[in-house]
């Protein structure tokens, strides 16, 4: 779980470091995205990994929760977790399964439109009919109009940023690093990451949604 | 005070068990937890009523008999204490008190709220230990120098009384806390390093035999710990498991 | 009356355990895969002994009481564990050890013991670093040590206050080891409820599974007998509640001898007692004494507005304290061995000046300790005129690490800080010197019956030093037992295995399922801890600190009334086939109530005073030690071992004198 995490931390850093760049310049944006869509590398070595790494991610957390549901095979009549526990690192299920849904939606979206124009159609060019230039960005902007796609868009980051701020220390932890940079430096780093991350990803929604209104 | 305790009532592994309530007068705040459990079987006895049992012996947070879950917690609310050190100053006059046994697949209820936690000195037996026999002629002492810092780790680590609150408190029923205490421990001291690898395969190995849940790092288990044991061990073990597996043959 | 024979081997006091371990019987290695030997008791006694004869081969059948080897009560020791190791370059030496330990002992033990004990204690210290016991170390990596309990050297090595719980760890591990390998078949949740002796031989014990009921039949070659000390017939001690006497009762009623009953440690500091609930005492280490100073008001008027709560201890002036053990004993001061302080705290208790509600407690005060510390790492730390502030802040930093759990527990305990007011302390039964009578292979008078650590009599004499209980249960479990067994053994060798299916078991099985039934029978009106904490009661009055003649005899009528109403009115609910606490408290109680009259009466008979046995008519009657105690060296220096006749007030007595060859008699001074 832990390793599968830190790659897909990697991977969402990166995610955002693109995305971001949509809300300064277009033309940057489609330029990255053209390139990351189009490079064989990318498309042929790095998405089946990543791929590969999100199914594994949360398949084992999936084996993990029922096996550790069995672990206690009789509940108790009071339990009070809040006592010693935070809310995040006990219901990592319920913040990933929401991530989950979102990645149906955004797959939906996004994901499922592009390999269908790349693959089944065998367009490569990264145009579109109506659109000067590459289209990527106007695709984005595009889908930043609907506000309840939007509204659902941010909770699903406020659920990933919960995620995140158990999941990322907790890594840590797994890996066998318990001392004083994972206590000190490294954990401020990962709690900022945690929050500023997901805020990113939601201001970018945010600031495309108001744009086009 | 007054209280009103809704305990856990289970005649044998095989009953199905359910929570009774008692009401329960004069309450010192002076009183221990197992004190006003005194008090309740003392009650119950002369009301012709078979008293709750419940593990206990020392009384002074050192042996690790006792363990009742208290108000959803082990141990009960307060921190850094066992039940029989917990005292009833920490409740007020007519609360509700809910106990119930320590509860994991690996730890099935014997009686009321008494468990049975042998699957422990199992893990125990699978490697904590170092091997060395009886002998009047082991080498001085003095002869293996530790560094005050390892030792005083391994001090820390080896003051866990086994009492199997780290179970009781975590989400998983995870078992993680005390069986890193022991390998720590060892791992700590120049003594344990020879079997460092075999100890630490075999004992986690016993320990996920025993049925207890995967470490999902919610740290539960080191707020719950009467000792103080740190998650540190935890990671310790992460790593000694990590390193052992990679270079096993 | 007759007089016992140690079996001490000859020769010169150093050289007789060499002599004895090189000339007694051994069993070959290939034997000892036929030989069975059971353990009662996982504590530091009974688990050394377990791993180390498993080691060796032997077939080991371990019995605890508890759920788990690991809870023994050898795990509440607190302090440390003395060994002659010098490494301190103080003086100390295996005779020095031994000296201490006889003359703490206020001579009444067996010298030629104590000698051994003080011998094999440098070997209990490598051999528990080597089970990896994190024992405190200084900043260059080797062990400390501290001063402890009246001794003039520091030769306690200690864990912080947890040091019994460390050594019972690492006796555990080793029997963890074992019972992997499958050479200790361990039973836990199991109590022994009677010893079988077949052809004058004990092969076996009878044994209740406490969770099933079951009565169990178990044999074996031998059965060693380390089930701890019986200072709960007091009811409140510092044992654990069910610390007990029952194995080391039954093997007495079979024909071990049970030898100075009456020699009890009462700890002087411990948790003063707060109210009728009290179920157990709570011991804080007398490491604490190093630094607490003891003391009481002077004036009877600061007493009483103390405990109608209108004045703090802190605001009694300096000149307004009683430092009664600097008063009295000049040369120790606070530092007195434990019976003494423990007498003279209740000197004062009792002319009045208690300081709580029940009249029973005193001060143990760091204020000066946590100043003095604070004064020197300010130095350390360079802070010149440090603010009362910043050293109180300093001191108690210094303080925290030397005794913070201590500190912890008190204040979880009686939820006083007791970095700013004084610790309220009164003593408390700790530790039972006596215990069943032994010779030197530390066998009972039953042959092939073994009894080892607290169980036995046979190394602290009428008072125990600090820190030697968890060197002699080590020693005897891991150095002693595992030789001398072998002599008994070595004959057993062709004998094979021990049928379980004798008329003895028979019996032996048919008297246990007669003694539950009779009390499950009973069904009175009154809870077994009823019985308990009168018998506890009447032991405290007229059996504990100090004793005089007419205090005990109605003591002993006392006992056999409440033992008479126990068997007529107890009542024990649910019943005898599943786990059953209550039963399981009835069958130590009604033991309890035996032995506590056998207690007094040994007490009686022995009309000196020593150690911690203080009779009230036997005390100096002028001089600078007027009050103190007054041994009687003329007409008591033996051993009183006791033979069970079928009532304990009519035991039969026998003795076993004490030579002193290499100590000279003193008259204990701490003046």
Request: charged share 25%; proline share 3%; glycine share 8%.
């Amino acid at each position: 779980m832990a390793l599968s995490a830190l790659f897909l931390l990697i991977f969402l850093l990166q995610h955002f470091a693109i995305n971001i760049t949509s809300v300064f310049r277009a033309d940057t944006f489609n330029e990255l995205s053209h390139f990351m869509g189009t490079n064989p590398i990318v498309q042929y070595v790095f998405q089946p990994i990543l791929i590969f790494g999100v199914i594994f991610h949360f398949t084992m957390g999936f084996i993990l929760e029922v096996r550790n549901k069995q672990s206690r095979d009789i509940r108790y009549v009071k339990y009070n977790g809040n006592a010693n526990a935070s809310w995040f690192s006990r219901n990592m299920i319920w913040s990933g399964l929401a991530i989950l849904a979102f990645l149906g939606l955004h797959f939906v979206d996004f994901w499922v439109p592009e390999i269908n124009t790349k693959f089944i159609e065998g367009n490569w060019e990264g145009t579109m009919a109506g659109i000067e230039g590459l289209r990527y960005h106007t695709e984005l902007v595009h889908k930043f109009e609907n506000p309840v796609r939007v509204a659902a868009y941010c909770i699903a980051f406020v659920f990933l940023a919960m995620h995140l701020l158990h999941g990322f220390t907790s890594s840590f932890q797994s890996l066998g690093a318990n001392n004083k940079y994972t206590r000190g430096a490294l954990r401020k780093f990962a709690v900022a990451y945690s929050i500023l991350i997901p805020a990113g990803f939601i201001i970018i929604a945010l600031y495309h949604h108001f744009n086009i209104h | 005070m007054k209280l009103t305790l809704k305990v856990w009532r289970q005649k044998s592994a095989s009953d199905k068990g359910r929570m009774e309530s008692y009401t329960l007068d004069n309450v010192s705040g002076h009183m221990s937890f197992l004190e006003m459990m005194d008090v309740l079987n003392e009650q119950l006895i002369s009301e012709r009523k078979e008293p709750v049992a419940f593990d206990h012996d020392c009384r002074e947070g050192i042996c690790g008999m006792c363990s009742m879950h208290i108000n959803g917690e082990p141990h009960g609310p307060d921190r850094g204490v066992t039940t029989c050190q917990l005292h009833m100053r920490k409740f007020n006059d007519g609360d509700t008190i809910y106990i119930e046994p320590f509860r994991a697949k690996g730890f099935p209820v014997i009686k009321d709220l008494v468990v049975d936690r042998s699957a422990f000195d199992r893990i125990q037996h699978a490697g904590g230990f170092i091997s060395v026999n009886t002998s009047g002629n082991t080498q001085d002492a003095n002869a293996i120098p530790v560094p005050k810092h390892d030792a005083d780790k391994a001090f820390d680590a080896a003051t866990c009384i086994g009492c199997g609150a780290c179970v009781a408190a975590c989400k998983n029923a995870s078992a993680m806390l005390f069986v890193s205490a022991k390998v720590s421990q060892f791992a700590l001291l120049p003594q344990g390093k020879v079997e460092a690898k075999r100890r630490v395969l075999n004992m986690v190995e016993q320990m996920d035999k025993e049925g207890f849940g995967n470490c999902t790092n919610t740290g539960a288990c080191e707020v719950e710990c009467p000792k103080g044991i740190s998650l540190e061990n935890i990671a310790r073990m992460n790593r000694e498991y990590l390193k052992a597996s990679l270079s096993s043959e | 009356m007759s007089t016992l024979d140690a079996k001490i081997p000859e020769g010169p006091i150093k050289d007789k355990w060499t002599h004895h371990k090189n000339k007694i019987n051994v069993v070959n290695p290939a034997n000892k895969r036929l030989i069975d030997v059971i353990v009662v008791g996982t504590g530091l006694a009974g688990g050394s002994a377990s791993a180390s004869l498993a080691e060796l081969g032997y077939n080991v059948k371990a019995f605890c009481f508890q759920d788990s080897p690991r809870r023994a009560h050898s795990i509440a020791a607190q302090g440390g564990i003395n060994a002659a190791k010098n490494y301190q370059n103080d003086g100390d030496s295996v005779y020095r050890l031994f000296y201490d330990t006889v003359k703490g002992g206020d001579y009444r033990a067996r010298e030629a013991n104590v000698y051994r004990l003080a011998e094999v204690s440098e070997n209990i210290i490598n051999q528990c670093v080597a089970q990896g016991v994190p024992f405190a170390r200084e900043y260059g990596g080797l062990l400390d040590n501290r001063s402890f309990g009246g001794v003039l050297v520091s030769r306690t090595f200690y864990a912080k206050g947890q040091t019994g719980q460390q050594l019972l760890l690492g006796a555990y591990s080793a029997m963890n080891r074992q019972i992997g390998k499958g050479k200790i078949k361990m039973y836990n949740r199991h109590e022994m409820l009677e010893l079988v002796v077949v052809d004058g031989k004990a092969r076996g014990i009878i044994a209740r599974n406490l969770v099933t009921g079951e009565i169990e039949r178990h044999s074996a070659h031998a059965v060693v007998i380390a089930s701890g000390g019986y200072g709960n017939v007091f009811f409140l001690s510092t044992n654990a509640m069910r610390s007990n006497v029952t194995a080391a009762w039954r093997i007495h009623k079979k024909g071990a001898y049970f030898a100075n009953p009456c020699y009890t440690q009462i700890h002087p500091t411990c948790i003063p007692r707060s109210g009728d609930y009290q179920s157990k005492l709570t011991l804080m280490s007398e490491s604490l004494r190093n630094d607490g100073r003891i003391w009481v008001p002077k004036n009877i008027e600061d007493v009483k507005a103390i405990r109608a709560g209108q004045l703090k201890p802190t605001e009694i002036a300096e000149e307004n304290r009683d430092y009664y053990l600097v008063r009295r004993y000049p040369a120790f001061g606070n530092l007195v061995p434990r019976d003494v302080a423990s007498r003279a705290a209740k000197e004062r208790c009792d002319a009045g000046y208690g300081v709580n509600e029940t009249g029973e407690a005193v001060y143990l005060d760091f204020s000066s300790a946590i100043k003095r510390y604070g004064k020197e790492k300010a130095t350390v730390m360079g802070e010149n005129n440090p603010s009362d502030a910043r050293v109180s802040e300093l001191g108690e930093g210094v303080v925290e690490a030397k005794y913070g759990n201590l500190f912890q527990m008190y204040e979880k305990i009686t939820d006083d800080n007791p970095y700013k007011t004084p610790m309220k302390i009164y003593p408390a039964v700790h530790y039972t010197m006596g215990g069943i009578w032994v010779d030197y292979n530390l066998m009972t008078t039953i042959p092939g019956c073994y009894a080892t650590g607290e169980a036995n009599f046979s190394d602290h004499g009428a008072n125990r030093l600090g820190a030697s209980a968890l060197m002699q249960g080590l020693a005897d479990g891991y150095f002693v037992l595992p030789y001398t067994i072998g002599d008994f053994l070595s004959n057993d060798i062709r004998t094979g295995p021990i049928s379980s299916e004798s008329a003895e078991f028979d019996e032996a099985e048919k008297s246990v399922k007669d003694r539950i039934q009779a009390l499950m029978n009973i069904k009175g009106n009154k809870s077994v801890d009823h019985f308990h904490k009168r018998l506890g009661k009447v032991m405290w009055d007229n059996v504990g600190m100090t004793r005089n003649e007419q205090g005990l005899k109605e003591a002993i009528a006392e006992i056999r009334q409440i033992r008479e109403e126990f068997h007529s009115s107890v009542s024990i609910p649910g019943e005898a086939n599943e786990l059953n606490p209550e039963l399981e408290k009835a069958l130590r109680v009604a033991d309890f109530l035996e032995l506590g009259e056998l207690f007094a009466c040994d007490a009686l008979h022995r009309s000196e005073s020593c150690g911690g046995h203080f009779r009230e008519e036997s005390a100096e009657e002028d001089g600078p030690q007027k009050g103190e105690a007054k041994r009687d060296d003329e007409n008591f220096a033996y051993v009183a071992a006791w033979e069970w006749t079928g009532d304990p007030g009519k035991a039969n007595l026998h003795k076993e004198e004490l030579t002193f060859n290499d100590i000279e008699l003193k008259q204990r001074s701490y003046k």
